[in-house]
């Protein structure tokens, strides 16, 4: 039953996302496999290993993310033989997101040095700062060179739900293949995640490996042979749970509410020069610092540290404090549905008294 069920979903999910008619999918537990099994669909379907390996090949593949991209892609390159250095780091702007001009270079660099680029990953949603790349201008690239358009949807695929935000997806509906984890913005509980395909037979193409021992009814597909998981668990029951309760529109709401106080926020920063912004925030996510005049920069990450310590003992808010173009950030991800004004009025509050104690 649960199998069924997953086939069902995956096929409506892969339908919001516009991948047509033929497109379905699979689960995984988490992201990095959903991205693993992708980016072996694209490698494999771009050099045709799945029998023989990669021994022989006339040149070596590589493919291209953004210098912000999840570390996943890289494991997964390792996984399938081609070694972490055949991500392709890209450029991005001040906003995070991947530049097309700099990929298209990259593009030809690695072709000028004799390595052969299969696959371009596109982040919807960037894990510090939740920024998106150009999807658009990206596919552009892609359609040029004739890759496979891979997007990591796992934090921004959540977008599709709501109305008023989905089309900072725009282009998605292009992807051969796509990673979403609805254990992220979607409030399933751990782990529920996927790997969508524009043409699910791919999968039986340059995939799967038969298991004769499990021979079932040929109306429903086997999924443990089709990805890299054998045994099914059964995630895709509270994944059907949230759809029951809080529906498409319950999950729209949700989202559009987080962009509501992200909006609150992004005012509060920019209203006060002691703040910085990371970069413009697109979804939950918001990353700003402080830093004042008065404190060097080579002290801000130590004085950032102190603050957020402040934060958790005097106010009890927490922000997580990641390293991101070389300085420490608060990064507040706005997932606690619980959230609201008078959370953020704390944490401002919190700022504000600390960093009048600590003016010289
Ligand atoms: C979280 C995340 C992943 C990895 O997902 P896991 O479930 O942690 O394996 C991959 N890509 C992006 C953009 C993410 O935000």
Not at 292 to 304: G, V, Y
Request: glycine share 8%; with cysteine; charged share 25%.
């Amino acid at each position: 039953m649960f199998s069924e069920l997953e086939v069902q979903l995956t096929e409506t999910i892969a339908s919001e996302f516009g991948l047509g008619p033929d497109a379905g999918g699979v689960l995984a537990s988490g992201g990095s496999l959903a991205n693993l099994h992708a980016l072996s669909v694209a490698r494999n379907q771009a050099f045709d290993v799945h029998e023989g390996g990669l021994a022989g090949l006339d040149g070596e593949p590589v493919l291209f993310a953004s210098e912000v991209a999840h570390t996943s892609l890289q494991k997964a390159a390792m996984l399938l033989g081609l070694g972490t250095d055949a991500v392709v780091a890209v450029e991005t702007d001040a906003n995070s997101r991947m530049k097309p001009s700099a990929l298209n270079q990259a593009v030809q660099q690695a072709e000028r040095d004799g390595l052969v680029p299969f696959c371009v990953v596109a982040t919807a949603g960037t894990t510090t700062t939740g920024n998106v790349d150009p999807l658009p201008a990206i596919l552009d690239v892609v359609d040029e060179h004739d890759l496979w358009f891979h997007v990591d949807a796992a934090y921004g695929g959540a977008l599709v739900f709501s109305e008023a935000e989905r089309d900072r997806l725009d282009g998605i509906e292009e992807a051969d293949s796509v990673t979403f984890n609805p254990q992220k913005w979607c409030y399933v509980a751990k782990t529920c995640a996927m790997a969508l395909f524009a043409d699910l037979d791919v999968l039986e193409e340059d995939f799967r490996v038969g298991a004769p021992y499990m021979r079932g009814d040929d109306a429903i597909p086997n999924l443990g042979e089709l990805s890299v998981q054998g045994t099914r668990r059964a995630e895709v029951l509270k994944l059907w749970l949230t759809f029951q309760h809080l529906g498409r529109e319950g999950l729209g709401e949700l989202i559009d509410e987080s962009y509501r106080l992200i909006a609150l926020i992004r005012d509060r920063v920019a209203d006060q020069n002691v703040l910085e912004l990371a970069s413009e925030p697109e979804m939950n996510i918001v990353c700003f610092r402080a830093a004042p005049e008065w404190c060097p920069p080579n002290e801000r990450d130590t004085l950032n540290g102190r603050l957020q310590r402040y934060l958790l003992s005097r106010q009890d808010v927490f922000v997580s404090l990641p390293t991101y173009r070389d300085s420490r950030w608060f990064r507040v991800v706005l997932l606690n549905p619980f959230t609201d004004k008078s959370t953020l009025d704390r944490l401002f509050d919190g700022i504000e008294r600390f960093l009048e104690a600590e003016r010289p």
